[in-house]
């Protein structure tokens, strides 16, 4: 049967598929040991699987396996709201939806914002899962550059001038930014959103690692600076902050647009997946969630410093890196001769060497940053860290020695 001729939307050339999404099942089917620094997965012992087990046993009934409100599990949006109210993000009920994983927010926002060929400003480099979700909804994609205080807010208004149109949309991952770990300073938040308004163009707020703060002090969130704004659309998810196979996550907008969120999330799955959204209701009903936050924010705090002090060890200045106050991920940049590495050859050697990453490129729409690569420090204890940064140093080595 030839499939020369199928009737493919336009789109379907846009569906690039995830490079980062890809390593899960690439790893999968390596038969040796190898340190995970590629996927940004918790640690298996941030993961409360005692509490979910005996949560699940004790919770799951009839209701758990039905159809479940779209808007999302009622115990799970009160016990988030309640909870929510005692961090730098206080919502209401009436804005919050219940969505399956960030990723889900991500697809909401841009099916809700985004026409074929409208301007969307994405960081560069970005997380390309949600560059891509853009891009599937056939978005002109534009990279801003970033440096240590994240996206350069600055640098926007000569961009859009030279783009000669303005934004739908400013996809932003304003805290411990996936991937380079770093986070948009107050000043350039306040200046982000006085663009957005003199642009009418939506701030997606993607912010998957806030309550991941482990050093340094909170900034104010968008939410925070700008409230009722509905200009904002801001994506939450469990995922790294209880677990990623749950997919439970959800968005918080303005009232005015909840309504069409529930519809054009009813044409993607109903609703969230019911166990899973009832054992996270249970879990925080129970009182667990700051006590958890606590104890995985030193968990990941000490994974942080123990990558950092291994690749200045074992790399010293053929390398410089970010150091990121909260989240998963540091982002390395090749200097001096290990520049001229392309970290996505070097992918190939350092996995027969025993460790994975993910090759800058694929954290840029484009294709930037071949020289700079994308660790996870959440998912490795300490020993496995020095483990896997000093095979990532056998595979430079051996890239150096055979140019
Ligand atoms: C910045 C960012 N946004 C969204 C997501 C997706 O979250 P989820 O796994 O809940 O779909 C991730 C996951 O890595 C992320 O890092």
């Known amino acids: 049967m030839s499939t020369t001729f199928l009737p493919y939307a336009e789109r379907a050339a846009r569906l690039t598929g995830s490079v980062i999404d890809s390593s899960t099942s690439l790893l999968a089917s390596q038969p040796h040991d190898i340190v995970r620094f590629a996927m940004g997965s918790p640690a298996d012992e941030a993961v409360p ?81 949600g560059s891509a979700t853009a891009a599937s909804y056939r978005a ?100 790294k902050i209880l677990a990623p196979g749950l997919r439970v996550g959800w968005v918080d ?35 667990g969630l700051s006590d958890h936050l606590t104890r995985i924010k ?4 000490e994974r942080k410093i123990a990558m950092v002090e291994s690749l200045k060890r074992n790399l010293g200045d053929r390398i410089t890196m970010t150091d990121p106050e909260g989240g998963f991920f540091l982002w390395v940049t090749l200097q001096g001769d290990d520049a001229a590495t392309s970290t996505t050859a070097l992918f190939e050697t350092a996995l027969a060497e025993g460790v994975a990453f993910i090759p800058g490129p694929a954290l840029s729409p484009s294709g930037k940053f071949d020289d700079a ?18 095979r990532l140093t056998r595979a430079l080595d051996a890239a150096r020695a055979h140019r």
Request: aromatic residues 8%.
């Open 373 to 390: 690569l994308r660790l996870c420090f959440a998912t490795s204890d300490p020993d496995r860290i020095e483990e896997g940064v000093q």
């Open 298 to 301: 030193a968990l990941y705090l």
């Open 140 to 239: 002109d994609l534009l990279e801003a550059p970033m440096d240590e205080n994240g996206l350069i807010v600055e640098a926007l208004p000569d961009l859009v001038e030279r783009a000669g149109r303005t934004p739908k949309a400013i996809y932003v991952i304003p805290n411990f930014q996936n991937p380079s770990g770093t986070t948009l300073s107050a000043a350039r938040r306040e200046l982000l959103l006085d663009l957005a308004h003199r642009w009418n163009s939506v701030i997606i707020d993607d912010d998957p690692y806030g309550l991941l703060r482990f050093a340094g002090e909170d900034l104010p969130s968008f939410q925070s600076l700008s409230p009722s704004d509905p200009l904002l659309f801001s994506v939450r998810t469990f995922s």
């Open 49 to 129: 699987l005692d509490e979910f087990r005996e949560i699940s046993a004790a919770t799951l009934d009839h209701s758990s396996f039905t159809y479940g409100a779209t808007e999302g599990e009622p115990e799970l949006l009160t016990g988030l709201v309640d909870y929510l109210v005692t961090t730098s993000e206080p919502t209401s009920r009436d804005r919050v939806t219940i969505t399956s994983g960030g990723m889900q927010g991500l697809d909401l926002a841009c099916k809700i914002f985004v026409d074929p060929g409208d301007l969307v400003i994405v960081e560069s480099p970005t997380y390309t899962n």
């Open 253 to 287: 907008t303005d009232p005015s647009i909840r309504q069409l969120v529930v519809n054009a999330k009813q044409s993607m799955d109903t609703c969230a997946n019911v166990p899973a959204q009832q054992l996270v209701a249970e879990f925080i009903r129970r009182g």
